[in-house]
């Protein structure tokens, strides 16, 4: 069952009944799921999250849904122990947060569970969604599998193979004439006109407390433990600061130790209004136009910017902005030493990583994780022409053996004997 | 009558302009700041605009063309990636 009490305004602290409502009437400001903890603690232990499901709703106790879920298995993604980028990288600590493997091969897929378990709660017949990646496809997907109505809404000039991966579910897609912009100012009349869930507009703070499930497989994946530093890529910033909330909920639950998490952010320098503003020292971000590859990070008006810059000012986290071939060699860095292919996102935070470090900000004796939102098909263009070709030969041993040695000079492998 | 919330940032240059004044009067809007914040280097109201639908899409237009503030949605960016 649901711990859920109310929803509260974030600026104002005005409470509501938990309804698809995301706006309080009295500031306009941000409205968020809170929860009664007491209640809560006398139902939640170790034990019983141990018990549950190898996916979010293992924690489902710490999540405000009621029913059965709309379930495609998201989360308890792999905490891995990265020892050869540590190495390359001097963090002996190091682990990696592998949400590339989701079921739509994204983080959104937490979010997306919640949000649609919780408008087949509330009546809602259709999902609905404004994204030009990961969101599109988790929400397509969920409700494929809910058999619910599912429109997406993208910018017409958005590339065709983009969009296979939402169309596929048997979603509408809705090519909008317009600008970015444009297609945020349509969705946000749409939700007020139609009764269908938008995902991230009306019951965006349910939504939104799917992302805490990041931060509870981390500490309970760690042995119900916080780790020192916790390193995030930041586009609105929602991520970032519910996986805060996840490791504060486990502390006030009891179930592990208080710590001070230091929690970093990294941003594309082609959209790094949070990094901008951390760097000059202030809580107020400047809204910027994005001009970056790393489109699922380009949101140039984050909603959650001014509450993720006082949690890296709390947290005495720090923040990174890097640039586009920077972050194409975090992908292929992260990809060579773990084995694993990240999107651009994961390059950000890779890349971001390893500039932290070198600028001493990240301490070797840190317990690190770098979180790893989303996998690496499906920005396949942007490390196209970052791999080197392959080796072009004839089927001749002579050939092969020429090529080798073109390719790799006096360091070519060289024939072993049979043992 | 109609009614949208917005959010208006200003750049720099402009934040000593009424400019929430000026879009009230031209196109005869109601004006409504639920929340702002106003410094020497970023200033932004979260606020609604009533009146006649034509005239808030008028009065919006004009404060984005013609005076260069960014108006948001109130929830701030929508579209995801």
Redesign the interface.
Known sequence: MSFAKALRCR?CAREYTLSPN??CE?????LEVVYDYDAMAKAVSRRSIEQGPYSVWRYRDLLPCEGDPVDLNAGFTPLIRAQNLGKALGLPNLYLKNDCVNPTWSF?DRVVTVASTKAREFGFKTLA???????ANAVSAHAARAGMEAFV?V?SDLEAGKLLGSKIYGANLVAVDGS??D???L??ELGDKYHWA?V??NV?PYYSEGSKTMGYEIAEQLGWRAPDHCIVPL??GSLFGKIYKGLQELTKLGLIEEKRTRMSGCQAAGCSPIVTAYEAG?L????VRPNTIA?????????DGYYTLKIIAETEGVGAAVSDPELVDGIKLLAETEGIFAET?GGVTIAGLKRLVEQGKVHPDETVVACITGGGLKTQEAVADAVPPALQVKPTVESFEAALLERFGAKKPVPEPAS | MAKL?V?F?FPPERIQEPIIWEVGKRFDLITNI??A?V?A??A?A???LEGDQKDIDDGVRWVTEEKGI????????????
């Not at chain 1, 009295?26 to 941000?30: I, S």
């Not at chain 1, 969604?129 to 969101?135: M, V």
């Not at chain 1, 107020?284 to 809204?287: H, K, L, S």
């Not at chain 2, 960014?70 to 990636?81: A, Y």
């Open positions: 600026e995301h706006v009295y500031c306009f400001g941000p959104k969604c404004a994204s030009t990646g990961n969101l809404f910018p970015y912009d297609v945020n100012r969705c946000a938008f991230n507009i965006r586009a609105s202030t107020n971000f400047r809204p489109k699922s990070l380009a949101i140039g008006n984050p909603a996102a | 919330r959010k940032t639920r929340r914040d410094t280097e970023v932004w979260v606020l609604e960014r108006v948001d949605p109130v929830e701030d960016s929508i579209i995801e990636g």
